[in-house]
C-alpha cells in the first residue's frame, strides 16, 4: 500500500509522526509520498527501511524532505519529482542512507519534473544516481560522503547539473560516470572544492545531441580509467580545468578528447599538472577534439594521438613531455599542435601526416630518446612551421611523396638544429625566410615525376664541417631569394647517372649588389646547374664557386636549363650546355664570380668562356668584363697590353670595389640580333677567333675574380653561360 503525508504545507513535521500521515501509521515497506507542499523531517533516531520515499510525484505536486544526523535509511529508494510538473527536495544534513539495490533518482518521469539535492552533511550510498533522469535535475554538495556503487548520471535524458562545493562523491568499484548520457541531454558537473573519484570510465556528452561539462575550479578530481569527451556520434563533452596538480589526477587513466565520428570533445587546461598514459584528441575517423593548455605542466606515458577528423592541440607556456609513444598529428581533415609563449615540448618522436600542422611560434620543442634515433618526420602536404624558439632533433625525416599545396618545413625565424642529416625526398618543398638551420649533412632527392626543393630567402642554412649537401636529379632543387640569405656548405656534390641534372638558383631582389648567400668552404664536386635570376643589382660567388661547373658538359650527360615563365622569358635552351640564367627588367645588371679560381698562373679550365644571348630583340650596346688580377713578372699596364693585342682593344688598367682591369668588348662585334634573337655571341678564351690564347697573355699574372657587367640588358631578357 501507499501512503501520503497530510501535514501542513510548508510547515516542518515529524516523518515519524502517524498524525502526519492519510493512513494514520507511519510507513512502513511501502511508499511515503510528499506531495502536498508539505515539509518532512527524519530526524536522530529515525530507522527507516525498504521504502520508497517520493517527493512532487504527481502534476502539480511538491514535497521536501529533511534528513538529519543520527537519521539511519537502508534499502530505501529516494524519489524527488516523477510525474508532470511535479517538484521535490531532498534535504540532507546528516545521517546514514543505503539504497542498497535501488537508486537514487531526481526527476525521474516527465521532462517537466523537477527533483532537487541539497547535502551538508552525513552520508548516502545509492545503487545508481540520477540526476536529471526525464527532467530536470539539480544535487549541491557541500559536506558528507556521495558513494555510488552502479552508475552515475548527471543529465540521462533531461538536463542535470551537479555542484561540489565540499565534502567527497566517490563512483566506487569500477562505476562509471556519464554527464548527459542520451540522446539531447545536458549534464554539467562543477567541482569548486572537495572530492570527486572515478573509478572507471567518465564520459561527457555520450550520444547524439547529448553535451556534457565538466569544470574543475578547486578540490581534486581522482580518475583512474578512461575519460571520454565525446562518446558516440553527436556528443559533445567539454572539460575545463583550473589549477594545479591537485585539482585533476589521472591515475593511469587515458584521455579520448572527441571518441567515435561526428563527436566533438574540448579540454581546456589552465596552470594545470597531471601525467596521462595516453591522450587521443579525436580518436575514430570524424571525431574532432580540440586541446588548449596553458602554463601548464602535462606529461603523457604512452603516446599523443591527435587523430579522427579535426582536431588541434594549442599550448601556450608550460610543458609537454611525451615520454614514450610518439606525438601524431594524423587527422583525416586537419590536425595541428600549435606551441607558443615559451611552451616547451619534449617527444621521442613526431610524426606529421599529409593533413598535420606542427607550429611553433616562441617555444622550444626537443625530440630526443636513448637510441639516438629521434625524429621529426613530415608527410607531403603536411607541415612544420617556426616561428621564433628553437627545435632540437637527431633528424628530419621528410618521406618520398606527391607535392601537397603547401611547404612542408617553413623556418621563419628561430634555430632548427639537428645532430643528423636533412633528407629532403620527392614531393616536399622546406622555405626558410629567417632564423638559422644547422644539419650535419643536407641531401636532396627528387624523382622524375616530383620536385625536391629547397627555398631560402632569409637567414642562416649551415651543414656542418666536413659535411656534404648531396643532390640527385633534376627535380632536385635549392631555390636562394631576397637579399640576405647566408648559406654555408663545406662540400657540394652531385650524384647519379643518366638524363639528370639538379638546380641550385638564386633569385634576388634589386639591390645594389649581393654577397652570394653559399659559400663553399671545401672542395665540390659535379654539380649540374647554377641559374641566377637577377633583378638588378649584382651578384658576387664566393670561394670555388666555379668549381659548380667543372665537369657538368660531358660526351656522355648533357644538362638542360628548366625555364620559369615567373622568371625567365626563356622557352628553349641548348641541350648541350649547362649554365646560369640572368633575367631582367632593368636596364643594367652583372653577374660576377669571385673567388681564387686558381693559385699561380690563370687556368680557364673551369670557366672556358662566357657566351651571351641576345633573346628577343635589341642588341646589346655594351659588355664589359672586369679581372682582378695580381701582378707577376708582368705588370697590370704589360697584361692589359697583351689583351689589347688579343683584341680588346679598348681594355685599361681601372680600378673599381676590388677590380683592376677592364675588358670590354668591340661594339663591332657585338651584332644586332634583331633579326636572329636566338643566336650567340661568344666571348671565348680559347676559341673567339679575336683572342689568340688568353691563357699566353696571364701567364706572368694570378686572376683571382671575374665579372661581367652589361650595361644595357635587353628589354626581354639575357642568358649569360660559363663553361
Same mark, same amino acid.
Given at each position: 500500500?501507499?501512503?501520503?503525508w497530510k501535514?501542513?504545507? %510548508?510547515?516542518?513535521?515529524?516523518?515519524?509522526?502517524?498524525?502526519?500521515w492519510?493512513?494514520?501509521?507511519?510507513?512502513?515497506?511501502?511508499i511515503g509520498?510528499?506531495?502536498?507542499?508539505?515539509?518532512?523531517? $527524519?530526524?536522530d533516531?529515525s530507522?527507516?527501511?525498504?521504502?520508497?520515499?517520493a517527493?512532487g510525484?504527481?502534476?502539480?505536486?511538491?514535497?521536501?524532505?529533511r $534528513?538529519?544526523?543520527?537519521? @539511519?535509511i537502508t534499502?530505501t529508494?529516494l524519489?524527488?519529482?516523477?510525474?508532470?510538473?511535479g517538484?521535490? =527536495?531532498?534535504?540532507?544534513?546528516?545521517?546514514?542512507?543505503d539504497?542498497?539495490?535501488k537508486?537514487?533518482?531526481?526527476?525521474?518521469?516527465?521532462?517537466?519534473?523537477?527533483?532537487v539535492?541539497?547535502?551538508?552533511?552525513?552520508? @548516502?550510498t545509492?545503487q545508481?544516481l540520477?540526476?536529471?533522469?526525464i527532467?530536470?535535475g539539480?544535487?549541491?554538495?557541500?559536506?558528507?560522503?556521495?558513494r555510488?556503487?552502479g552508475?552515475?548520471?548527471v543529465g540521462?535524458? #533531461?538536463?542535470?547539473?551537479?555542484?561540489?562545493?565540499?565534502g567527497t562523491?566517490?563512483f566506487?568499484?569500477?562505476?562509471d560516470?556519464?554527464l548527459?548520457?542520451?540522446?539531447?541531454a545536458?549534464?554539467?558537473?562543477t567541482?569548486?572544492?572537495?572530492?570527486l573519484?572515478?573509478?572507471?570510465?567518465?564520459?561527457?556528452?555520450?550520444?547524439s545531441g547529448?553535451q556534457?561539462? =565538466?569544470?574543475?575550479n578547486?578540490?581534486?578530481?581522482?580518475?583512474s580509467?578512461?575519460v571520454?569527451? !565525446?562518446?558516440?556520434?553527436?556528443?559533445r563533452?567539454?572539460? /575545463?580545468v583550473?589549477?594545479?596538480?591537485?585539482?585533476?589526477?589521472a591515475?593511469?587513466?587515458n584521455?579520448?578528447?572527441g571518441?567515435?565520428?561526428?563527436?566533438f570533445?574540448? +579540454?581546456? +587546461?589552465?596552470g594545470?599538472?597531471?601525467?596521462?598514459?595516453t591522450?587521443?584528441?579525436?580518436?575514430?575517423?570524424?571525431?574532432? !577534439?580540440?586541446?588548449a593548455?596553458?602554463?601548464s605542466?602535462?606529461?603523457?606515458s604512452?603516446?599523443?594521438?591527435?587523430?579522427?577528423?579535426?582536431?588541434e592541440?594549442?599550448?601556450?607556456?608550460?610543458?609537454?613531455?611525451?615520454?614514450a !609513444?610518439d606525438?601524431?598529428?594524423?587527422g583525416?581533415?586537419?590536425?595541428?599542435?600549435?606551441?607558443?609563449d #615559451?611552451?616547451?615540448?619534449?617527444a621521442?618522436?613526431?610524426?606529421?601526416?599529409?593533413?598535420?600542422?606542427?607550429?611553433?611560434e616562441d617555444?622550444? @620543442?626537443?625530440?630526443?630518446?636513448?637510441?639516438?634515433?629521434?625524429?621529426?618526420?613530415?608527410?607531403?602536404?603536411?607541415?612544420?612551421?617556426l616561428?621564433?624558439?628553437v627545435i632540437a632533433?637527431d633528424?628530419l625525416?621528410?618521406?618520398?611523396?606527391?607535392?601537397?599545396?603547401?611547404p612542408?618545413?617553413? $623556418?621563419r625565424d628561430?634555430w632548427?638544429g639537428?645532430?643528423g642529416?636533412?633528407?629532403?625526398?620527392?614531393?616536399?618543398?622546406?622555405?626558410?625566410?629567417?632564423?638559422?638551420?644547422?644539419n650535419?649533412?643536407?641531401?636532396?632527392?627528387?624523382?622524375a615525376?616530383q620536385?625536391?626543393r629547397?627555398?631560402?630567402?632569409?637567414?642562416?642554412?649551415t651543414?656542418?664541417?666536413a659535411n656534404?649537401?648531396?643532390?640527385?636529379?633534376?627535380?632536385?632543387?635549392?631555390r636562394?631569394?631576397?637579399?640576405? &640569405?647566408?648559406? /654555408?656548405?663545406?662540400?657540394?656534390?652531385?650524384?647519379?647517372?643518366?638524363?639528370?641534372?639538379?638546380?641550385?638558383?638564386y633569385?634576388l631582389d634589386?639591390?645594389?649588389?649581393?654577397?652570394?648567400?653559399?659559400?663553399?668552404t671545401g672542395?665540390?664536386?659535379?654539380c649540374?646547374?647554377?641559374?641566377?635570376?637577377?633583378?638588378? %643589382?649584382?651578384?658576387? =660567388?664566393?670561394?670555388n664557386?666555379?668549381?659548380?661547373m667543372?665537369?657538368?658538359?660531358?660526351?656522355?650527360?648533357y644538362?638542360?636549363?628548366?625555364p620559369?615563365s615567373?622568371?625567365?622569358?626563356?622557352?628553349t635552351?641548348?641541350?648541350?650546355?649547362?649554365?646560369?640564367?640572368l633575367?631582367?627588367?632593368?636596364l643594367?645588371g652583372?653577374l660576377?664570380?669571385?673567388g681564387v679560381?686558381?693559385?699561380?698562373?690563370?687556368? &680557364?679550365?673551369?670557366?672556358g668562356?662566357?657566351?651571351?644571348?641576345?633573346?628577343?630583340?635589341?642588341? +646589346? $650596346?655594351?659588355?664589359?668584363v672586369?679581372?682582378?688580377?695580381?701582378?707577376?713578372?708582368?705588370?697590370?699596364?704589360?697584361?692589359?697590353?697583351?689583351?689589347a693585342?688579343?683584341?680588346f682593344?679598348n681594355?685599361a688598367?681601372e680600378?673599381?670595389?676590388?677590380?683592376?682591369?677592364?675588358?670590354?668588348?668591340?661594339?663591332?662585334?657585338?651584332?644586332?640580333r634583331?633579326?636572329?634573337p636566338?643566336?650567340?655571341?661568344?666571348?671565348?678564351?680559347?676559341r673567339?677567333?679575336?683572342i689568340?690564347?688568353?691563357t699566353?697573355?696571364?701567364?706572368?699574372?694570378?686572376l683571382?675574380?671575374?665579372?661581367?657587367?652589361?650595361?644595357?640588358?635587353?628589354?626581354?631578357?639575357?642568358?649569360?653561360?660559363?663553361?
Amino acid at each position: 500500500a501507499d501512503d501520503y503525508w497530510k501535514g501542513a504545507a %510548508g510547515v516542518e513535521g515529524d516523518w515519524n509522526n502517524s498524525a502526519n500521515w492519510v493512513s494514520g501509521a507511519v510507513p512502513e515497506n511501502e511508499i511515503g509520498f510528499v506531495n502536498n507542499g508539505g515539509y518532512a523531517v $527524519i530526524p536522530d533516531g529515525s530507522f527507516l527501511t525498504n521504502l520508497t520515499i517520493a517527493l512532487g510525484q504527481d502534476l502539480g505536486a511538491s514535497g521536501t524532505v529533511r $534528513i538529519e544526523p543520527g537519521a @539511519v535509511i537502508t534499502d530505501t529508494k529516494l524519489l524527488a519529482g516523477n510525474v508532470g510538473n511535479g517538484r521535490g =527536495l531532498f534535504q540532507i544534513t546528516g545521517g546514514t542512507i543505503d539504497t542498497g539495490t535501488k537508486d537514487f533518482v531526481l526527476a525521474q518521469a516527465s521532462s517537466s519534473a523537477t527533483g532537487v539535492v541539497v547535502m551538508t552533511g552525513g552520508e @548516502v550510498t545509492a545503487q545508481t544516481l540520477y540526476v536529471g533522469k526525464i527532467g530536470s535535475g539539480f544535487f549541491t554538495l557541500s559536506n558528507g560522503m556521495l558513494r555510488t556503487r552502479g552508475t552515475g548520471y548527471v543529465g540521462h535524458t #533531461g538536463p542535470g547539473s551537479f555542484m561540489q562545493e565540499g565534502g567527497t562523491n566517490s563512483f566506487d568499484n569500477g562505476a562509471d560516470l556519464y554527464l548527459a548520457r542520451n540522446a539531447n541531454a545536458q549534464g554539467a558537473y562543477t567541482l569548486n572544492n572537495g572530492t570527486l573519484i572515478c573509478s572507471d570510465y567518465t564520459y561527457l556528452g555520450y550520444s547524439s545531441g547529448a553535451q556534457g561539462t =565538466l569544470t574543475v575550479n578547486g578540490g581534486s578530481l581522482i580518475t583512474s580509467n578512461n575519460v571520454v569527451l !565525446g562518446s558516440v556520434s553527436g556528443g559533445r563533452g567539454v572539460m /575545463t580545468v583550473n589549477g594545479g596538480n591537485g585539482n585533476w589526477q589521472a591515475l593511469g587513466s587515458n584521455l579520448r578528447v572527441g571518441h567515435e565520428a561526428g563527436t566533438f570533445g574540448s +579540454l581546456t +587546461l589552465n596552470g594545470h599538472t597531471n601525467t596521462f598514459t595516453t591522450v587521443n584528441v579525436g580518436n575514430y575517423s570524424g571525431s574532432t !577534439g580540440l586541446v588548449a593548455m596553458t602554463e601548464s605542466d602535462i606529461t603523457v606515458s604512452n603516446g599523443l594521438l591527435l587523430s579522427g577528423a579535426t582536431n588541434e592541440v594549442e599550448q601556450s607556456g608550460g610543458r609537454l613531455a611525451v615520454t614514450a !609513444g610518439d606525438l601524431t598529428l594524423n587527422g583525416t581533415v586537419s590536425s595541428r599542435f600549435t606551441a607558443r609563449d #615559451g611552451a616547451a615540448v619534449s617527444a621521442n618522436r613526431i610524426s606529421v601526416s599529409q593533413t598535420g600542422t606542427l607550429w611553433i611560434e616562441d617555444a622550444a @620543442v626537443t625530440v630526443t630518446n636513448a637510441a639516438a634515433n629521434a625524429e621529426i618526420e613530415v608527410a607531403c602536404g603536411g607541415q612544420l612551421d617556426l616561428d621564433g624558439g628553437v627545435i632540437a632533433c637527431d633528424a628530419l625525416d621528410l618521406p618520398a611523396g606527391t607535392a601537397g599545396a603547401r611547404p612542408t618545413v617553413r $623556418i621563419r625565424d628561430g634555430w632548427f638544429g639537428q645532430k643528423g642529416n636533412l633528407t629532403v625526398n620527392a614531393g616536399h618543398h622546406v622555405m626558410q625566410s629567417g632564423g638559422e638551420v644547422t644539419n650535419a649533412g643536407f641531401y636532396v632527392y627528387g624523382s622524375a615525376a616530383q620536385p625536391a626543393r629547397v627555398e631560402i630567402s632569409g637567414g642562416a642554412f649551415t651543414v656542418a664541417p666536413a659535411n656534404y649537401a648531396i643532390f640527385n636529379s633534376g627535380t632536385s632543387e635549392l631555390r636562394l631569394k631576397g637579399s640576405a &640569405p647566408q648559406v /654555408t656548405v663545406p662540400m657540394f656534390s652531385y650524384v647519379g647517372g643518366g638524363l639528370k641534372e639538379f638546380l641550385l638558383e638564386y633569385t634576388l631582389d634589386q639591390s645594389p649588389a649581393h654577397l652570394a648567400p653559399v659559400n663553399f668552404t671545401g672542395n665540390a664536386y659535379r654539380c649540374g646547374h647554377l641559374r641566377v635570376a637577377l633583378d638588378g %643589382g649584382a651578384l658576387l =660567388l664566393r670561394t670555388n664557386a666555379f668549381a659548380l661547373m667543372t665537369g657538368v658538359k660531358s660526351s656522355t650527360h648533357y644538362y638542360t636549363s628548366l625555364p620559369d615563365s615567373n622568371l625567365w622569358s626563356v622557352q628553349t635552351l641548348l641541350n648541350t650546355t649547362s649554365g646560369v640564367a640572368l633575367a631582367s627588367g632593368s636596364l643594367k645588371g652583372a653577374l660576377s664570380a669571385g673567388g681564387v679560381m686558381a693559385a699561380g698562373p690563370f687556368d &680557364p679550365a673551369p670557366m672556358g668562356h662566357v657566351e651571351i644571348a641576345n633573346l628577343k630583340t635589341n642588341r +646589346l $650596346i655594351a659588355l664589359n668584363v672586369r679581372l682582378a688580377l695580381t701582378p707577376g713578372a708582368k705588370t697590370l699596364e704589360q697584361v692589359v697590353a697583351d689583351f689589347a693585342a688579343a683584341g680588346f682593344t679598348n681594355s685599361a688598367v681601372e680600378a673599381e670595389g676590388g677590380y683592376n682591369v677592364r675588358l670590354t668588348i668591340p661594339a663591332a662585334e657585338v651584332p644586332d640580333r634583331s633579326a636572329a634573337p636566338t643566336a650567340w655571341f661568344a666571348w671565348d678564351f680559347t676559341r673567339t677567333p679575336s683572342i689568340t690564347n688568353v691563357t699566353a697573355v696571364v701567364t706572368n699574372a694570378t686572376l683571382t675574380a671575374l665579372k661581367v657587367e652589361l650595361e644595357k640588358l635587353p628589354d626581354q631578357g639575357t642568358l649569360i653561360q660559363f663553361f
